[in-house]
Structure formats: structure tokens, C-alpha cells
């Protein structure tokens, strides 16, 4: 009952963001000819720690500088091996509190791209685009720990 109910409050939010993301885009397109584009997501997070590709690199030898997180997920509705990842920056904290963690439902926005430069100890370098998400919620929030 508990999990029902915060997966409940997560998709009016998720909703009511979008509604309030979306008026924002249309004011400001019309007072000053720019558009923004907020896309939701949703899904489970496979790795809270770092994005799957920065954590191949990170094996192999590279260094990668961000200033925020990256995370992975599996979107709602896809096969377990299509996990999509997303770059969280530093000032975005989820609004549902606690941290984001392995296992935790994800719902939010992303807009834009962030560029991760990944360099290797022997001069090599990578660059890693990754979504960035600018409003989200999870599961595991303080509120629904046990």
C-alpha cells in the first residue's frame, strides 16, 4: 500500500511538472523567441553510483570529472538490457529527499545535453554525452524507507 502510494504521488508530480515546464516554454517563447524542451522519464535505477559507460571507462583506466552525478536506468516499459543513462548535476536534488539508490523508481524531466570528458592516464581522451535531468523524484525517498 505504501509503495502504491508513492508511485501515485510520483506521477501526479511528475504531471504537474510537466504542465508547469511546459507553460514556462510557451511564455518564454513568446516574449523572447526561445523554446526549451522538457521530456519526461521514468523507470528503475541500475547504477546510482556512476553512468554505465563511465563506469567501462573508469575500468580501463580513464578519469572522468563532473561536477554532479551520473546515473543509469532501465525506462518503464523497456527490455532489462536497455538502460539509458542521464547526467544529474550538482544543484538538482531529487524532490523527494534521501538519496538516489540502486533499485529506486525514478520519474522526472531531462533537458539538454552534458558533455563528460573522460581522459586517459596516457593522454587518450573520451567524450561521453549524457540527458541531463533538471527535476526528479524517486522511491527511495525518506518518507518511504523502512
Known amino acids: 500500500?505504501?509503495?502504491?502510494?508513492?508511485l501515485f504521488i510520483l506521477i501526479v508530480f511528475l504531471f504537474s511538472s510537466?504542465?508547469?515546464?511546459?507553460?514556462?516554454?510557451?511564455?518564454?517563447s513568446f516574449n523572447f523567441g526561445l523554446t526549451f524542451s522538457f521530456k519526461p522519464f521514468g523507470g528503475r535505477v541500475v547504477s546510482s553510483s556512476d553512468a554505465l559507460e563511465i563506469i567501462a571507462l573508469r575500468s580501463v583506466g580513464f578519469g572522468c570529472i563532473m561536477t554532479g552525478t551520473s546515473?543509469?536506468?532501465?525506462?518503464?516499459?523497456?527490455p532489462s538490457g536497455t538502460p539509458v543513462s542521464y547526467f544529474i548535476p550538482a544543484l538538482v536534488t531529487?524532490?523527494?529527499?534521501?538519496?538516489t539508490e540502486t533499485g529506486d523508481l525514478i520519474l522526472g524531466n531531462y533537458g539538454g545535453q552534458t558533455i563528460i570528458k573522460c581522459i586517459h592516464f596516457l593522454g587518450a581522451e573520451v567524450t561521453v554525452p549524457l540527458n541531463t535531468i533538471?527535476?526528479?523524484?524517486?522511491?527511495?525517498?525518506?518518507?518511504?524507507?523502512?
Open 1 to 6: 500500500m505504501k509503495k502504491g502510494a508513492i
Open 18 to 28: 510537466i504542465g508547469l515546464h511546459s507553460a514556462y516554454a510557451q511564455f518564454s
Open 71 to 78: 546515473i543509469s536506468i532501465i525506462p518503464i516499459g523497456s
Open 94 to 99: 531529487p524532490r523527494t529527499g534521501g538519496a
Open 134 to 146: 533538471t527535476l526528479f523524484g524517486t522511491s527511495g525517498g525518506s518518507s518511504s524507507k523502512k
